[in-house]
Each structure stands twice: as C-alpha cells, then as structure tokens.
C-alpha cells in the first residue's frame, strides 16, 4: 500500500489515480485544508475503488504512527504542502512549519516504522534564477526568491542529510515544472479553494466568466514575445512520472533527483493564444508589469528521467489546454470540449 499524503489535492489526486489504475492500494492522508473530500469520489468513479482516506496533518506525529502500525504502507509520496508564493510571504512560518516541520515529521515517523522508500513533491522553483537553459539536475541550487521556494529547497536538504545518515532510505527528490491540465474525462482537475495565483487556473476562471480579464504580469522580458516562458506539463504526465520514480525507487538506495518537465517552453501569449484555439473563447488580457519574484524563462532537460526512469512527457499543450477546459467545463456545467486524441 502506498501512503499519499496530500492525495486529495491537485497533483496527489491524479497520483493516486494512476496508481490506482496500474493495481496500488492506496491511502490519502489529508487535512483538507486546500482540497474537498467529494475528490475521493471521483478518484472512485473513474477507477472503481475508493481510496483509503483518513483525515488529518502531516505534521501530527501520533496520527502518522498509528497510520504506519495500522496499514501496510511500503512507501509514501509525500504532496502535502502549501504553494502559495504570495501567502508564503505573508504568512512564512506557517510554510515552514507544514513544508518543512511536515516533512521532518514524516521522516521521522517513517523511520521508527522501517519504512524507507519516499518520493517528494519539489519544484523547479529551487532553481532559482537559473541563466542557462534547458535546466538539468546538475544545475546548481539557487536562492529563491520566497518563503514557498525556500521551504522546498529547505525540505531537499533535509531529506538529502537524512540519507547520508542512514543508507537504507531510497529517496526521489521530483522537481515539477508547471503542472496544468486534468484527466481527460474532465472529472478530476484543479479545484482552487481560493484566488488563483498561477496561469492556467486564472485564465480557466476568465474563460468561464468567472473573472474580468487574465492579467498579463510583463511584457518586456528576454523572450520571443516579451511575455514570461514556462515548461507546461499535463499532470497525467506528471502522475505517470511518479509511478516510474516509485518503481525506480524500490531497487535503488540513496538520494535521487529528477526533473519532471516536457523541455518546451512557451510563453504567457501562446498558452493564450492555444487556449483560445482549442475552446473557441476569446480571453480578455490586461498587460501589467512584471510579478515580483517572476523570472524570464524556466524549462526543463527531461534526459536524466527518460534515461533513468524510461519517462517522457507525452502530452501536447493543446492536449493539456482542452483537457483542463473541459474539467473547467464540467465544474460549471457549461459546454464541454470534444476530446482531442
Ligand atoms: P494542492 O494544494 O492541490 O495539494 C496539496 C494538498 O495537501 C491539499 O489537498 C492540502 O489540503 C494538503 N495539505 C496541506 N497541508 C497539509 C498538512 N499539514 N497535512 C495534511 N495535508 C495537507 O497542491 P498541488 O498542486 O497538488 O501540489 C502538491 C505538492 O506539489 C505541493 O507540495 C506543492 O508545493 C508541490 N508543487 C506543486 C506545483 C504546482 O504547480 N501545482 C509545482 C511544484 C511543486
Ligand atoms: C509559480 C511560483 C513557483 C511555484 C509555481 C507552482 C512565483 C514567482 N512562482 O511559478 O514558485 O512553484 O508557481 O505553484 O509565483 N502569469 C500571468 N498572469 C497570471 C498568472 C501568471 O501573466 O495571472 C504568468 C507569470 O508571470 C509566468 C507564467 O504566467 O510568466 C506562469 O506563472 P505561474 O503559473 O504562476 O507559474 P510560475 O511563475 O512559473
């Protein structure tokens, strides 16, 4: 049995689907707190199992220690977090306490359980403001530039002393680049709780007229267009590529780092402008300044996943665009997308 912690959110979700669908028990912890437990349903419909779910912290260690005496749990992907870069700047203790304390927590409970196979959400946010693109994974740590950022890289370096302390840990450090899209039934996606801060759940709620315009941080960056550029990946890729870690994982010791990215970038306007090609809406945009902390561009080399994990992302922007929208769609009940193959 794998224990997902963060499975009712966004990425832990289609996680657990995947795992689901190849033949993993699985069981969700999750304090709900950025998530809706109707989550574990759709998991249900679209897999025919329900999950194991109990609700609670990642950071309570009682719980996590009756967890482990009480289920089988051979390895746990560990997603519960807190993203929210601006929040992460108002509220910096309460992102050090749950991404960093949580994951101290959880290690620490893993350990006096013997279980020692851990794969963790990270970010290419640890890059920082990386010159050279495409970024591998022997760029260098930068300094990123908020409290979230920090929190992750932080939680890297915990997990990375953990392993050279103990060599029976098997660790994968997984660096996403910009999860977007949905399950191509449009029956699971991105449920913001709140405002959206990132690109596609923003653009999505503009689309459905949900909001007035996309504000478009910067157009006077170093990039083709002058807009900011990104390495989109489907999170179905993305699920994918943490069942191929976890298989890597159960044969090998030690700390492991993979990107998990397409190696394509495209700026703000094509993501719109594809947008608007696949769901036949035309998107209002503001032009503003630059967001404080943004960087110019970030994209991936996905060499060493494909290498060492036989992993590449499959799926195209497009494919990423009309899935989304029609999970957009489904939530309001508006028209949905035909599926693009
Ligand atoms: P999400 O908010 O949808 O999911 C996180 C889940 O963790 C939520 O269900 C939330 O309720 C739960 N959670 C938060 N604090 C908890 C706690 N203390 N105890 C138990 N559960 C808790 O976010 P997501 O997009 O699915 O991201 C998952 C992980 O991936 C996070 O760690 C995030 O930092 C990381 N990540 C996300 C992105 C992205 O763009 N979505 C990019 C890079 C890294
Ligand atoms: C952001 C975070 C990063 C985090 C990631 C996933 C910042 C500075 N970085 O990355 O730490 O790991 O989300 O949670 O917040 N954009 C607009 N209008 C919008 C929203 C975004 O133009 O309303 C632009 C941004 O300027 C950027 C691109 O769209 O060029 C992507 O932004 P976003 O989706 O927020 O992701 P990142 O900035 O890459």
Redesign the pocket.
Known sequence: MILITGGAGYIGAHVALELMNQGDDVLILDNLCNSYRSTLDRIATLTGRRPGFVLGDVRNRALLDTIFADYPIEAVIHCAGL????ESVREPLRYYDTNVGGTVTLCQAMAHAGVFTLLFSS???VYGDCLTMPIDETCATGQ???P??QS?LMAENVMKSMVCSDERWSVGLLR?F??IGAHRSGLLGEAPTST?????P??LQVASGQRAA?????RDYETPDG????DYIHVMDLAEGHVKALDALRHQHGVHVWNLGTGMGY??LE?VRAFEKVSGISVPLVF?G??????AR?WADPEKALSELGWSARRSLERMLADAWRWECHLHEAKAVPLVS
Not at 290 to 295: E, V
């Open positions: 993203k929210a870069v601006g970010s290419a946010t990123p530039t908020n979230y950022g992750k996403y910009n999860p959206p801060n990132n690109l596609l923003y653009l996309l504000s478009v941080f910067g807009t900011g550029v990104r700026s703000v993501v503003e630059r967001r404080a902390g943004d960087i970030c």
